[in-house]
């Protein structure tokens, strides 16, 4: 037999079996319009867990992309240093968080599908069960319980096939996000725990921490500078308490017009460090 | 008649396309005997156009039941599998007694 068909029966038989059990037929109406209300509680809960779900995705999302952003600039950093070698890693991370970053998009298009799919399930419900109860009403004013009773069925198959897909949607709604939960919960500690660069290639932060040295000795060089400046600034006016004829002077010419330049690039660095400390 | 697509609701659709719509119901009940993924992601997605396209949505204060009851536009063939043969809607997921 044809799925469509298969599936039609399947969601009739389970409406049956309700009214079968249902003794007063206008008690059925009741009891459905109460199922009716805890159901739109239900698809409106739905909703809101799949917004918040998708709220933290967004959030990820963001982290990645500022991972992403930072693997660029190591990169930029590494070969303005002349280190290709650690370019290239800095780029081979980029490319691994930016796959994970590309799946986490691909999550958050399908969660928004999933919110707007059941925002629009839950408009229709509301729509539905106000339809119902107005119906409800008229049985039970129009028509003694005989008359009322097809009426009834024809209601009550109506509404419970629409609860039924419904029923389904939210079901599949919190799957998704459950497993979205999960995925999220392990970006979210890989995060946290600065675990990600490990698991994303093991080489962070050894190229944070390479740049950093080479950082580091440029600095060093810049402090040997101003201390070989310092020096040589010194140096002239030993040179002149040393007064003249001395055999050496030449020799301390020459070095005091190294010192000129030295000492013009060390004021030039020491300005900086004057800021740094206000 | 009255064809629900899982998620979306009711459409009334013209009888004349009874029979495309059973030519694809077929082709999704081969594919599912099969599984055959492709054929079924296509004849699902043929069948759904085809109601969402010619048929117009039935009114909320009418309550009819479905003749024909289409899987959700992105159910995966063991969703589909799997309700037909569970034969029943898990739950309280119909919110019935």
């Known amino acids: 037999m044809s799925v469509m068909k298969r599936v039609s029966l399947i969601f009739r038989a389970k409406a049956n079996k309700a009214l079968d059990r249902m003794e007063d037929p206008r008690e059925t109406l009741d009891y459905s319009y109460q199922q009716q209300v805890e159901m739109l509680t239900r698809v409106r809960r739905g909703v809101a867990d799949v917004a918040t779900s998708r709220k933290r995705v967004e959030l990820q999302m963001n982290s990645l992309q500022k991972e992403v952003d930072r693997r660029e600039g190591q990169a930029r950093d590494a070969l303005s240093k002349g280190r290709e070698d650690l370019a290239r890693a800095a780029l081979q991370n980029r490319a691994s968080l930016q796959g994970q970053l590309n799946d986490l998009q691909g999550q958050y298009a399908n969660l928004q599908e999933q919110e707007e799919k059941l925002t629009l399930a839950s408009q229709r419900l509301q729509a539905k069960v106000d339809a119902f109860r107005t119906r409800k009403e008229t049985i039970k004013a ?67 921490a390479e740049l950093d ?41 020459a070095s005091a017009n190294g010192d000129a330049s030295s000492s013009e690039a060390t004021q030039a660095a020491e300005q900086p460090q004057a800021g740094d400390g206000l | 008649m009255i064809v629900r697509i899982l998620g979306e609701g009711q459409f009334q659709v013209a009888d004349d396309l009874a029979a495309r719509l059973t030519a694809l119901d077929a082709e999704l009940d081969a ?44 159910a995966t063939l063991g969703e589909v599998r799997k309700l037909l043969a569970d034969g029943t809607i898990g739950g309280d997921s119909a919110g019935l007694p």
């Open chain 1, 142 to 208: 129009t028509y003694t319980a005989a008359e009322a009773q097809t009426r009834i069925n024809e209601a009550f198959s109506g509404i419970s096939e629409e609860m039924g897909d419904i029923g389904l949607a939210i079901q599949r709604a919190e799957d998704k996000t459950a497993q979205m939960q999960a995925r999220a919960g392990a970006i979210d500690e890989l995060l946290a725990s600065g675990a990600l660069e490990d698991h994303v290639g093991g080489q962070q932060d050894a190229i944070q």
């Open chain 1, 213 to 253: 040295k080479l950082g580091a000795s440029n600095d060093v060089d810049s402090e040997l500078a101003r201390m070989k400046g310092e020096l040589s600034a010194n140096a002239p006016r030993q040179i002149e308490a040393n007064a003249n004829g001395d055999s050496t002077s030449a020799n301390g010419d």
């Open chain 2, 31 to 74: 594919a599912v005997e099969k599984t055959d993924d492709a054929a079924f992601h296509a004849a699902l997605r043929a069948a759904i156009q085809l109601v969402r396209e010619s048929g117009t949505t039935v009114p909320d204060d009418t309550f009819a039941t479905a003749d024909f009851i289409l899987p959700f536009s992105d």
